[in-house]
T-cell receptor
Framework: NAGVMQNPRHLVRRRGQEARLRCSPMKGHSHVYWYRQLPEEGLKFMVYLQKENIIDESGMPKERFSAEFPKEGPSILRIQQVVRGDSAAYFC????????????FGPGTRLTVT | KQEVTQIPAALSVPEGENLVLNCSFTDSAIYNLQWFRQDPGKGLTSLLLIQSSQREQTSGRLNASLDKSSGRSTLYIAASQPGDSATYLCAVGNRDDKIIFGKGTRLHILP
């Protein structure tokens, strides 16, 4: 049973470009979470999605960031018009049930904005 | 607002020693607490999950305790090995359905 998969593992974007980060949850998991880890900081919750629904996006910046989890295919975290401050590691996790059940993390995507 | 603090931020210990990592949280009304391991440039690996009704969990050389009333958890690692070198993260499952992470303790086991 493959774990949570994220791609790409590393992504370099110039300021103003768009970044698309993908996450495939563990087989059978329909709950997906995105977290951001800034250098020397802890992981911060961004958004919680179930298939085709955003359940909680209270941790998402109001502008430029969006997330989706379509019926078919991976969850996508999209960052438009990236800025240097977006450089971070973005982790996806999935669980069988809701947020307070054990979450399994992917290896992360390290975004560098130049 | 829940805050999770991990002390120390970094720790170096000779191989073979037992050690304790500390985690404290400000709001004791939690659902659970989880300890993770993160290797450099890698994702998180869940080590132990303690439900709010439990006092401790054990897995191999690891033992995690939870004292909700005092807002503390400890991760005890017995007979440390160089392979234990990593960052250890404490995460609290809050009653508002959020998971709040500490900044972690960077552990280095000296061969």
């Amino acid at each position: 049973n493959a774990g949570v998969m994220q791609n790409p593992r590393h992504l370099v974007r110039r300021r103003g470009q768009e970044a698309r980060l993908r996450c495939s949850p563990m087989k059978g998991h329909s709950h997906v979470y995105w977290y951001r880890q800034l250098p020397e900081e802890g992981l911060k919750f961004m958004v919680y999605l179930q298939k085709e629904n955003i359940i909680d996006e209270s941790g998402m910046p109001k502008e430029r960031f969006s997330a989706e989890f379509p019926k078919e295919g991976p969850s996508i975290l999209r960052i438009q018009q990236v800025v240097r401050g977006d450089s971070a590691a973005y982790f996806c996790a999935s669980s069988l049930q809701g947020q307070l059940y054990e979450q399994y993390f992917g290896p992360g995507t390290r975004l560098t904005v130049t | 607002k829940q805050e999770v603090t991990q002390i120390p931020a970094a720790l170096s210990v000779p191989e073979g020693e037992n050690l304790v990592l500390n985690c404290s949280f400000t709001d004791s009304a939690i659902y659970n607490l989880q300890w993770f391991r993160q290797d450099p440039g890698k994702g998180l690996t869940s080590l132990l999950l303690i439900q709010s009704s439990q006092r401790e969990q054990t897995s191999g050389r690891l033992n995690a305790s939870l004292d909700k009333s005092s807002g503390r958890s400890t991760l005890y690692i017995a007979a440390s090995q160089p392979g234990d070198s990593a960052t250890y993260l404490c995460a609290v499952g809050n009653r508002d359905d959020k998971i709040i992470f500490g900044k972690g303790t960077r552990l280095h086991i000296l061969p």
